[in-house]
Nanobody, 114 residues
Framework: QVHLVESGGGFVQAGGSLRLLCYAT????????KGWYRQAPGKQRELVAS??????TNYADSVKSRFAIRDTAANTLHLQMNSLKPEDTAVYYC?????????WGKGTLVTVSS
């Protein structure tokens, strides 16, 4: 069984930075992609950034040039978030597409004050 645990969320003022970490445990084979999603109150979960097994990245338009996804090892994933805005406030979830399945963490809360 695969488990994902996110960390690094917190409270920050607008313009600040946070670095999220996702740590995976379990039997992870055939990784297709890793990604970060977020869900703000009253809104649907949306893709923030993703990275494929061969290193191709994809970002939501709203975070391009501010966020960076890094795949440092098979079982870790980072999201560097700079120039944070109040509209970035959300629960951020780690996602792993592997073993022909979709795995999710429980999320970490990011709150950006104006």
């Amino acid at each position: 069984q695969v488990h994902l645990v996110e960390s690094g969320g917190g409270f920050v003022q607008a313009g600040g930075s946070l670095r999220l970490l996702c740590y995976a445990t379990g039997d992870i084979l055939d990784i297709n992609a890793k990604g970060w999603y977020r869900q703000a109150p009253g809104k649907q979960r949306e893709l923030v950034a993703s990275i494929t097994g061969d290193g191709r990245t994809n970002y939501a338009d709203s975070v391009k040039s501010r966020f960076a996804i890094r795949d440092t090892a098979a079982n870790t994933l980072h999201l560097q978030m700079n120039s944070l805005k109040p509209e970035d406030t959300a629960v951020y979830y780690c996602n792993l597409k592997a073993n022909h399945m979709d795995y999710w963490g429980k999320g970490t809360l990011v709150t950006v004050s104006s």
